[in-house]
């Protein structure tokens, strides 16, 4: 089939998320595309720290395997940089996978390295779990959040929210009032079974206290209360990060399958 009778349209999503469809005739999706924002606490930020990307976003691109190799995933591209002109494109890909091979014919950068691991709560010793959340650790105290991850940018923004039914759930450490530690969990849709965490995070001068384990624990428990459904939870990690790759190892998260970041500057 020539490629001339593939179209690249625009498709409706959430707002603040721009998605894009190859569609080829008799209306078979032949690859996808979307943009969406990227997500401070995916990057292990507390809000000292956070700050705001707004040139950046993370881009999503995908085409089926059997309609590779016809300039889909370029055309699909340009339609992205159409709209998102002088933005920085953020993208995952898998190790050593298509996805990898097309940024780097595109002049994309890569930027970092990221291992998965995976959580079930089949394999979650539930009375062990609460034992961890029940430990007290002088000066601190948890608190928990519910909500939509797109009410705000930085997790004290969360927490000055009240709670309310959405897709996000968050645990955090504070001390004389102040956030020094935090991990969130954001849940898909139905039938979506798997949560992705973001952190746990600690605050420079808190470390070496486990408040990361600390509210890791609750978070698992707690998601689990908010959203019964979801049977897996899967963090991601910088490879760089050795300490919390352990305090993932020892919750029983295993690994699960690396991937690698990629930036492209559009002008």
Request: glycine share 10%.
């Amino acid at each position: 089939m020539s490629e001339r009778l593939i179209d690249i349209v625009t498709v409706p999503d959430h707002p603040g998320i721009a998605g894009w469809q190859a569609v080829a005739p008799p209306g078979l999706v032949a690859g996808v595309a979307c943009l969406r924002p990227i997500i401070p606490f995916e990057h292990g930020l507390l809000p000292s720290a956070a700050t705001a990307q707004p040139d950046a976003v993370e881009l999503s691109l995908y085409v089926e395997p059997q309609w590779r190799r016809r300039g889909i995933g370029s055309r699909l591209l340009a339609a992205v940089g159409a709209q998102a002109a002088r933005q920085r494109l953020v993208a995952e890909v898998e190790k050593g996978s298509a996805g990898e091979a097309f940024c780097a014919r595109h002049g994309f950068r890569r930027t970092g390295s990221r291992r998965h691991d995976l959580l079930t709560y089949c394999d979650v010793h539930r009375a062990w779990l609460g034992e961890l959340v029940d430990v007290e650790h002088a000066g601190y105290r948890l608190s928990h959040w519910t909500g939509e991850l797109s009410d705000a940018t930085r997790v004290e923004e969360l927490l000055r929210h009240p709670s309310r039914p959405g897709n996000a759930v968050l645990s955090a450490a504070e001390a004389d009032g102040g956030l020094v530690a935090y991990a969130v969990a954001a849940v898909g849709g139905l039938p979506q079974r798997r949560a992705r965490q973001y952190g746990p995070s600690v605050l420079a001068g808190h470390r070496g206290q486990g408040l990361g384990l600390w509210v890791n624990a609750a978070l698992i428990q707690r998601l689990r209360e908010i959203h019964p459904h979801v049977d897996e939870i899967e963090a991601r990690t910088g490879e760089d990060d050795p300490g919390l790759l352990a305090l993932h190892r020892h919750l029983g998260f295993r690994h699960l399958r690396r991937t690698r970041l990629y930036e492209l500057a559009l002008p």
